[in-house]
């Protein structure tokens, strides 16, 4: 019995006459996808449940009922879902320095942080109230309605009273427009 090829079944190939999978060859395919299918469907099921028995409860450590100038545990789980609330937003009002580095190197990657200090110290000398009437302003030398247009994103104010580490995530923020820091002169930094 002759075996049929991808060319005499109307198949496009490329001038290689290659025979047709047989059916049980397909069925063999077809169970092993099914059985790698069902694996990953067990584990997609029970590990996040093995996880979250293992994951540490926050304010576990607090007792329910705190002495005078200890930290209860409902105060403490207070504060926590505040913090929760705060990373969940994009760019937080008053934001602390490790709040922006956190966010800048989530959204550029590990090191955006350090290379935008890099290139503020190249572009003005670090220096964050940088020819404020000018058209390049704040500590990273940005265009004035670029710097408007990152400072709309994150509700962050002009670099007149915008901390540096607030002009660092207006930067960020402005990327869309500057296409990462090729915008910059001292993008290389």
Known sequence: ????????????????????????????GHRDRLAVALTVGAALVFVPAVAAETKPRPCAAHPVQAAPGKVSRAVCLRAYKRQRARDRMAWPPNPTVAEIRRRVDRIGGPGTYAKAWRVARCETGANPRHYPHGSYIGMLGMYRSTYAYGARRTSYPYPATATPQQQIAV????WPITRGWSGWGCGGA
């Open 1 to 28: 019995m002759r075996k049929e090829t991808e060319r005499e079944a109307g198949r496009p190939g490329r001038g290689i006459a290659r025979p047709l999978p047989s059916p049980v060859t397909r069925l063999r």
């Open 171 to 174: 930067a960020v923020a402005a």
